[in-house]
Nanobody, 119 residues
């Protein structure tokens, strides 16, 4: 069974930093591109970052470029999101994601971790 478990969220002041983790199990982690999404209250879920299975390629939403860094440790089956210079608008629930293996099947999501940026 595929499981994704996020951790590391919390309350931080503007300009602060947090590192989120996504622990994966139930599949060969290194074979899959993994993604971070976020959803703020009243807004649609948006992709924040993605990282290839080997960790060599990463992409970011324009809103977080230069502030967020996605990484992974395949031996630990864990993906990370280092978030620096956090802004109030980064407040959201952050989710770990993996695409389904077949068309029509449901994608995999973690339960989410809350990040609140506030003074």
């Amino acid at each position: 069974e595929v499981q994704l478990v996020e951790s590391g969220g919390g309350l931080v002041q503007p300009g602060g930093s947090l590192t989120l983790s996504c622990a994966a199990s139930g599949f060969t982690f290194s074979l899959y591109t993994m993604r971070w999404y976020r959803q703020a209250p009243g807004k649609e879920r948006e992709q924040v970052a993605a990282i290839s299975g080997d960790g060599d390629r990463a992409t970011y939403a324009d809103s977080v470029k230069g502030r967020f860094t996605v990484s992974r440790e395949n031996v630990k089956r864990t993906m990370y999101l280092q978030m620096n210079n956090l802004k109030v608008e980064d407040t959201a629930v952050y989710y770990c994601h993996r695409y389904a293996d077949s068309v029509g099947a449901a994608d995999y999501w973690g339960q989410g971790t809350q990040v609140t940026v506030s003074s």
